[in-house]
């Protein structure tokens, strides 16, 4: 089924239920603008359920997205921990309600339209809590035979990196990696993860103790510079690499993910 047709396939599963009052969706959205394709669901189905998740109902409209950012239309419920949004860019997010934090948002689907293609089929990955940990065991192991395509290094000592761990408070998730290769290279797409010689804090960013709290870890694909997070700030989490374009604040760059999950991407994009 291709995307466009997902819409069109719920739409005639619908058929029959009783639709929405136009006026309950148009008061809805003046609190929380709504796109056209979603006031084609309410206009067949005033709460429709498929596959588990519900359309959030109108009366809930309202409070659920008063407490999302700005921009954010959320307009699904898992029924169970979190609510589906829409990003200013169109991304379907699972937000889990304790954490409704942009840097918390997990990306579920590229658009509405991807996302009902996953319902459709019954595909439920919002449901897999640990897919950062399930990353980060994928990367050791990738790590451990590296794939033709990257450039490794061979580890520096360990009393090396433990001396740069103390010194730039790097987490965890960067040491398991350096304990492997000191840096990385992926020729296909230019993206770089430094060695430790080349590891830099970023003292600009809030520190909670007594040093930096993130550092310039390489180079991201397009050639802007991935500031991987030591410590969990109000709107930015641990082990989250931001790219930070050349003259541009730590603050305005964009939240790739987990270092685990952006680095296995950068791995998989420079696969010939």
Same mark, same amino acid.
């Given at each position: 089924?291709?995307?466009?047709?997902?819409?069109?396939?719920? +739409? #005639?599963?619908?058929?029959?239920?009783?639709?929405? *009052?136009? &006026?309950?969706? $148009? !008061? %809805? /959205? @003046?609190?929380?603008?709504?796109?056209?394709?979603?006031?084609?669901?309410?206009?067949?189905?005033?709460?429709?359920?498929?596959?588990?998740?519900?359309?959030?109902?109108?009366?809930?409209?309202?409070?659920?997205?008063?407490?999302?950012?700005?921009?954010?239309?959320?307009?699904?419920?898992?029924?169970?921990?979190?609510?589906?949004?829409?990003?200013?860019?169109?991304?379907?997010?699972?937000?889990?309600?304790?954490?409704?934090?942009?840097?918390?948002?997990?990306?579920?689907?590229?658009?509405?339209?991807?996302?009902?293609?996953?319902? +459709? #089929?019954?595909?439920?990955?919002?449901?897999?809590? *640990?897919? &950062?940990?399930? $990353? !980060? %065991? /994928? @990367?050791?192991?990738?790590?451990?035979?590296?794939?033709?395509?990257?450039?490794?290094?061979?580890?520096?000592?360990?009393?090396?990196?433990?001396?740069?761990?103390?010194?730039?408070?790097?987490?965890?998730?960067?040491?398991?990696?350096?304990?492997?290769?000191?840096?990385?290279?992926?020729?296909?797409?230019?993206?770089?993860?430094?060695?430790?010689?080349?590891?830099?804090?970023?003292?600009?960013?809030?520190?909670?103790?007594?040093?930096?709290?993130?550092?310039?870890?390489?180079?991201?694909?397009?050639?802007?510079?991935?500031?991987?997070? #030591?410590?969990?700030?109000?709107?930015?989490?641990? *082990?989250?690499?931001?790219?930070?374009?050349?003259?541009?604040?730590?603050?305005?760059?964009?939240?790739?993910?987990?270092?685990?999950?952006?680095?296995?991407?950068?791995?998989?994009?420079?696969?010939?």
């Amino acid at each position: 089924m291709t995307r466009p047709d997902a819409m069109e396939h719920i +739409l #005639a599963r619908l058929d029959g239920e009783p639709g929405a *009052d136009p &006026a309950d969706i $148009d !008061r %809805a /959205a @003046l609190a929380r603008p709504m796109p056209d394709a979603l006031r084609r669901l309410y206009r067949k189905s005033a709460d429709p359920m498929l596959n588990g998740v519900q359309l959030l109902p109108l009366d809930d409209y309202a409070d659920v997205n008063a407490a999302l950012p700005d921009g954010w239309v959320g307009f699904a419920d898992d029924l169970s921990d979190g609510w589906f949004a829409l990003t200013p860019d169109g991304k379907v997010v699972w937000l889990d309600r304790s954490d409704l934090r942009p840097v918390a948002a997990r990306q579920i689907a590229g658009s509405l339209a991807a996302f009902l293609d996953l319902v +459709l #089929a019954g595909q439920t990955p919002w449901l897999d809590r *640990d897919a &950062a940990m399930s $990353d !980060r %065991a /994928a @990367l050791k192991a990738l790590l451990d035979t590296p794939p033709p395509w990257i450039d490794t290094r061979p580890p520096r000592p360990d009393d090396q990196i433990e001396a740069a761990r103390r010194q730039l408070h790097l987490p965890h998730v960067l040491l398991e990696i350096l304990v492997r290769t000191d840096g990385l290279f992926i020729p296909a797409t230019g993206a770089r993860l430094f060695g430790l010689s080349d590891l830099a804090p970023e003292l600009a960013v809030p520190s909670p103790w007594n040093g930096p709290a993130a550092s310039h870890i390489g180079r991201t694909p397009d050639d802007r510079s991935a500031l991987l997070m #030591a410590a969990d700030l109000p709107d930015h989490k641990a *082990d989250d690499v931001i790219a930070v374009a050349t003259g541009q604040s730590w603050q305005t760059g964009r939240v790739l993910g987990p270092l685990p999950t952006v680095v296995l991407t950068w791995i998989k994009e420079g696969k010939p």
